[in-house]
């Protein structure tokens, strides 16, 4: 009973003081949504996230121009791989959620994969098309120098570039797709040149919309894997075992087709049997081959529904924990506002006590000082 009394009283306070304070331009009342992504820092993600866009659809093209013009199947399996592992680290580099950090893994990527593909001889790469993939790697690493140099001021940009080199020379790579994670070496690197490091995390909106970004990427990033997965097994299927047996017992029909047609020329009677026979056979093989094929590809569209149906549950939890983060954010700080309202109003109060209060008990007490004194000298007459 107490409890809801001062409930009462302190939601009856807060309701008077937000009545009679409205209009008192020193009182506002804001809800913090966290500190903004600077301009700087908006301008780096936005551009490092188009290059990322830009980066693996010249890979892919490249990559589908290789697979579309060999036809040795090992030039065209490498080809298919490597864009896929390229596209798998760019999403990796750029998704990271400290925008200069991003910028640089994108920038380590691309020289590295350059500089693979440059060192690296046709007979390892993609054959007579690896200046396909060479040509593409060189135009990424200049667009990517561009992009550093166009996001960043001349200072941030020198320090990148050495951070970027001692990257690259402290960590080599063999084959230049490895994405590498550089955000606590970049964080040690600037404390290390003197510069105080200092990243805001952005509003709830500019949060929300980076990991929509991110689970975005990832997402489009695995269909295109599973796609591609898809794309090398028909290779495979073309030149395996299984294509391997079906042709030696087409070659044995064959044989035996010779044969009938040799007895048929004498025996017309036998032919009718065995061109049936001959039929079935050929039915078999057809159905037994349309059969496996239908399998394989119902097996993984049945995966690539499963991952689908994963990936947009873990995605709609993520947001819905992150739109309840913010709720609460809201909820706590509304409920705060009646005790600091509370607080505004006692202080007005014993304000207006103290400034009404003392001068009227000063002029009581020298109201009384001043009728004692005529008391007094009314009697001093009275006596006289």
Not at 157 to 181: C, Q, W
Request: proline content about 2%.
């Amino acid at each position: 009973m107490r409890f809801n009394r001062y409930f009462l009283f302190r939601l009856t306070v807060a309701v008077a003081a937000v009545t009679l304070l409205s209009s008192c331009s020193l009182l506002k009342v804001a809800v913090s949504t966290g500190d903004p992504l600077s301009k700087q820092d908006s301008e780096t993600r936005l551009m490092t996230r188009g290059f990322y866009h830009d980066m693996t659809a010249e890979i892919a093209q490249a990559a589908d121009s290789i697979t579309n013009t060999s036809t040795d199947l090992d030039t065209r399996v490498a080809a298919i791989r490597w864009k896929m592992r390229s596209s798998r680290a760019a999403v990796t580099a750029a998704m990271q959620s400290i925008p200069e950090v991003s910028l640089a893994d994108t920038w380590i990527l691309c020289r590295r994969m350059n500089t693979a593909m440059q060192t690296t001889p046709d007979s390892l790469l993609f054959g007579p098309y690896s200046h396909i993939a060479r040509a593409t790697t060189a135009r990424l690493e200049r667009r990517a120098h561009k992009l550093v140099r166009q996001a960043l001021s001349p200072e941030r940009y020198t320090l990148m570039e050495h951070f970027v080199d001692k990257i690259i020379e402290e960590n080599p790579s063999d084959r230049g797709e490895e994405a590498a994670n550089t955000t606590l070496a970049w964080i040690e690197f600037l404390k290390a040149n003197g510069v105080e490091v200092s990243y805001a995390a952005g509003s709830i909106s500019e949060v929300i919309s980076d990991v929509n970004d991110r689970l975005t990427g990832q997402t489009q990033q695995i269909a295109n894997t599973v796609g591609w997965s898809k794309d090398i097994f028909q290779l495979q299927l073309q030149q395996d075992s299984t294509r391997s047996a079906l042709g030696a017992r087409i070659d044995t029909l064959e044989q035996h087709f010779s044969r009938i047609v040799t007895v048929t020329e004498h025996l017309p009677e036998i032919s009718d049997k065995a061109l049936a026979e001959f039929d079935k056979q050929v039915h078999d093989i057809l159905d037994a081959m349309q059969m496996a094929i239908d399998t394989s590809f119902a097996d993984m569209s049945h995966q690539r529904m499963e991952l689908q149906h994963y990936i947009t549950n873990e995605r709609q939890a993520i947001i819905g924990q992150l739109n309840d983060s913010a709720q609460s954010l809201v909820t706590t700080t509304l409920d705060a506002i009646p005790s600091l309202v509370g607080k505004a109003l006692l202080f007005i109060v014993t304000g207006i006590l103290i400034l009404l209060g003392v001068p009227f008990a000063l002029g009581f007490w020298l109201g009384g000082v001043r009728q004692r004194a005529r008391d007094k000298k009314n009697a001093s007459k009275s006596e006289a």
